[in-house]
């Protein structure tokens, strides 16, 4: 519950409608705590006035966006106040000749996306991260997360020009910074944008984003191929890495996934693995690269092949972006995790999983961008199955993620419930630079209000 | 720590030949390619990140400062000893430590010069994107620390999109890791910041980039105009349509005479501005993208264009492009060389803005450019013997940024703001956004020793946005 004083202060600030209590902050909960207010800003000064309220009654805040990653983060030591973000929802400025779009950090992406559409020929930013419709741009930078088309067009790292955040220091001395600009070089100054992205606002809080777009391309197509036998899809992904194909994003997924959610043609339960290639350009270029791909993936012995086009393929990708959320509702206990390891090293440790999950007697539904060396792996685990493996999944992920280490890449855990979060250091430990990052957190937020212990090594 | 003292130590650690300490020696390293001079206490060169640490332990016992230096190319001031101070040279760390094609990655050291990477990558179909102009002597450690650009950038992203791991030796000599063969780590992004900052935040002795298939087929071709503003407008006309070249290049008739004597590319006198545009990818749709563009300089007025049919014909298009900074040392003895960054389409009006300014100041300016991502890089030319002249042309090259900023750019694209573009910095940002830099500062280097007096103004936060420094 709020006290009074602080309670007219925030309604100062953001307003009746702005303000969530009691009831209204159920379906906000991180980790099972519930906070005990959601506020609503409207503009990035109302952030900056919630900011300053918050040090002077050392209150925790934690930004929110769409949710969809809020499974992400270790176990926060303390909840005050949500802030979410999706009121600040405005297109600043969209420059198709110079190719970048700034937006206020709570507008969703798939908003963006549909008015860059509509523009001339047709724009998009080229990111397409999990639930990629309902993310705010802003949550997708905090997190940053992104998806198969990473492989051609990189993540937000690559893709963010400019970057406009509220810095929360002593009391009376909050900061609303910008970093960056909107040309696609700039190197005047830190590159201060990049220490931002993917620092779950346990530095700042973004209010407003610049990045790069791309016009639409002239064609799409997307080749799909079943595979009897795991390894397969894999010899085609090497291959292709080793031509001068110039595809999208290669994803590599197995029989749990497709189970999932693919009620189309596309699809059946026989094949053990599958890949999806998918191509953008122009025509002509689109065209050959499914004949060589199609000469490729029937020589390495696939037992199904169809290519997607139109709406079919958009929804196709769209269906692999939703497996995290699909198998969430499937249970409420469920576990998922990212690992991120040398390209070569993707098939191997994915057979890693996959034996494990074999072993333990849990199914993992994994999909990777296979090109970039990024292997998804989540168990449906509802509260009864969780109890009885606890044990035996903690040692799992502790194994994988040693394994993982010694390919010289990183394991991180997604989303997990709560008392899974006590046995398993969700990030993993760092070595060397981890007091650097101590000393930022430090730096930048010396009050310790934003996102409190849920970052790497308990930042 | 006396001077004697502390030389005997920096030899201990380097050995006797590899330390410079002598006045004659030292003139060598007070300059780089900016107009500032600064002369250093000594020069070291080191062969480990070991060295480079105790180096740098040595510096912070006797309390002074210390910086990297590669091949010295940079264009801000960025490798001048500002604050005097031993000077890492990193010339001698200069070995590719592994090629690894399955993973699409190499491991070099900081003084590998850009284009032995590529000469080693060539022939085995794979390159390295960024592509600074002077590839040829800069190194990839010098190419990090500035976060360098490229022709190829347009397409491809500066260094910083092609940088994964970094090994660093931190402002207290420990050494440490950032980032690796894989794509993501999790915790903030050292990475990202570390490459740009210009040696101030600690000197890198390790680099992973990401190495990328050679393109199937290129395509270059030069465009020849009669007007400046006519090639500009072809640049917006490009981009709009959605075709995204390789590299968009430009130059106007001063550098082209200049370069035309000195390399003889064939390049016209008489033309007032010629785009250099490559085409690359699948050979499959090359026709149809050549064919628009074609069209799109003719719709602006071109007056002849020349397709390389050949490797060298290709390479003759661009070794003028290349040498065009060191050419136009034929026409005066000094430039100076900027390189503010607009929004494209903003282009064709900054650089009729720019010609104004070199007729207010009385000051000859080429241009040569990366026009496709709006990175100019005029060239204001004078005699810097002439103290009257060199005030000139620091107050027209101020005036250029601001014009700059004013349209929504910045100060600098790819070439970093060392001491020549510090006090600009005030164009673009408050006092509360450079106090954020500070903060990433001292958080890295709290003593302040590490390559001091580069990249952000010293500021008085407690007096507010009065203390600027203006």
Known sequence: MLDKKIRTRLIEIVGKAGLKEGEGVKGYSIDDLLPRAILFPRIPEEVEQIVILALEEGLNIIPWGAGTQMGLGALPSHVDFVV??????????????????????????????????????????????????????????????????????????????????????ETGKVQKTHAGGKTVKNVSGYDMSKLYIGSLGTLAIIVEVTCRILPLPEDRATVVAGFPRSEAPWACVQALLESQLLPTSIEVYNRETTSLFFKHAAYSAKEEAWAAVRLQGIKEAVERE???????????????????????????????????????????????????????????????????????????????????????????????????????LTQTVNALRKQVLEMGGSLVVEYAPAPFKERVDVWGELEGVFPIMKCLKKKFDPGTILNAGRYVGGI | ????????????????????????????????????????????????????????????????????????????????????????????????????????????????????????????????????????????????????????????GVTTNHVLGLEVVLPDGQIVQMGGKALEYPGYDLKGIVVGSEGTLGIVTKIIVRIMRLAEEVKTFLAIYDSVEDAGQTVS?????????????????????????????????????????????????????????????????????????????????????????????????????????????????????????????????????????????????????????????????YEILQACVDVGGTISGEHGIGIEKLQAMWFLFGWKDLDAMWKVKRTFDPRNLCNPGKLVPEIETEKGPTARAR
């Open chain 2, 237 to 397: 006309d490009i981009i709009a349509a959605g075709i995204m070249p390789a590299t968009l290049e430009m130059m106007d008739k001063l550098v082209l005479k200049a370069v035309e004597e000195s390399v003889h590319a064939g390049y016209p006198l008489d033309a007032e501005a010629v785009l250099i545009i490559e085409l690359d990818g699948l050979a499959e749709g090359m026709n149809h993208l050549v064919q628009r563009i074609i069209e799109i300089c003719k719709k602006n007025r071109v007056r002849e264009m020349e397709v390389a049919e050949s490797d060298e014909e290709r390479d003759r298009l661009w070794v003028g492009r290349k040498g065009a900074f060191g050419a136009v040392g034929r026409l005066y003895p000094s430039y100076m060389v900027n390189d503010g960054t607009v929004p494209r389409a903003k282009l064709p009006q900054v650089l009729k803005k720019v010609a104004e300014i070199g007729k207010k100041y009385g000051v000859p300016i080429g241009n040569v450019f990366h026009a496709g991502d709006g990175n100019l890089h005029p060239l204001i030319l004078f005699d810097e013997r002439d103290k009257n002249q060199l005030e000139l042309v620091k107050r027209a090259s």
């Open chain 1, 290 to 392: 499914i004949q060589e791909i199609e000469k490729l993936i029937r020589s390495t012995g696939a037992t199904k092949f169809s290519i997607l086009r139109g709406s079919k393929e958009a929804d196709h990708w769209k269906q692999l972006g939703r497996l995290g959320f699909e198998v969430r509702n499937t249970g409420a206990w469920s576990i998922g995790l990212r690992v991120s390891v040398p390209i070569s090293m993707a098939q191997k440790i994915s057979d890693t999983i996959a034996e494990e999950g074999v072993n333990i007697n849990v199914p993992f539904y994994q999909l990777s961008h296979a090109g970039s060396g990024i292997v998804y792996a989540h168990v449906p685990l509802y509260e009864g199955l969780y109890k009885e493996r606890e044990e035996t």
């Open chain 1, 84 to 169: 979410c973000l999706t009121h600040l929802d405005r297109i600043l400025d969209q420059d198709t000749e110079n190719m970048s779009i700034t937006a206020e950090a709570g507008m969703r992406l798939g908003a963006i996306q549909e008015s860059l559409r509509h523009i001339g020929p047709g724009f998009f930013i080229p990111l397409d991260p999990p639930c990629a419709e309902e993310v705010t741009l802003g949550g997708a930078v905090a997190a940053n997360t992104s998806g198969p088309s990473r492989f051609m067009y990189g993540t937000l790292r690559d893709l963010v020009l400019g970057i406009e955040v509220v810095i929360p220091e």
């Open chain 2, 1 to 156: 720590m006396k001077k004697k003292k502390l030389i005997r130590k920096m030899e201990s650690i380097v050995g006797k030949g590899n330390v410079v300490h002598s006045p004659t020696g030292l003139i060598v390293y007070e300059y780089d390619a900016s107009l500032h001079r600064a002369l250093p206490d000594a020069v070291t060169f080191a062969t480990s990140a070991e060295q480079v640490s105790s180096l740098i332990k040595l510096a912070n016992s006797a309390n002074i400062p210390f910086l990297p230096r590669g091949s010295g190319t940079n264009l801000s001031g960025g490798t001048v000893p500002a604050k005097g101070g031993i000077v890492i040279e990193l010339s001698r760390m200069n070995h590719i430590l592994d090629i690894d094609l399955k993973n699409q990655r190499a491991l070099v050291e900081p003084g590998v010069f850009n284009q032995t990477l590529q000469d080693a990558l060539a022939p085995l179909g794979y390159y390295y994107a960024p592509d600074p102009a002077s590839q040829k002597v800069s190194t990839i450690g010098g190419n990090v620390g500035e976060n360098s650009g490229g022709p190829l950038c347009l397409k491809y």
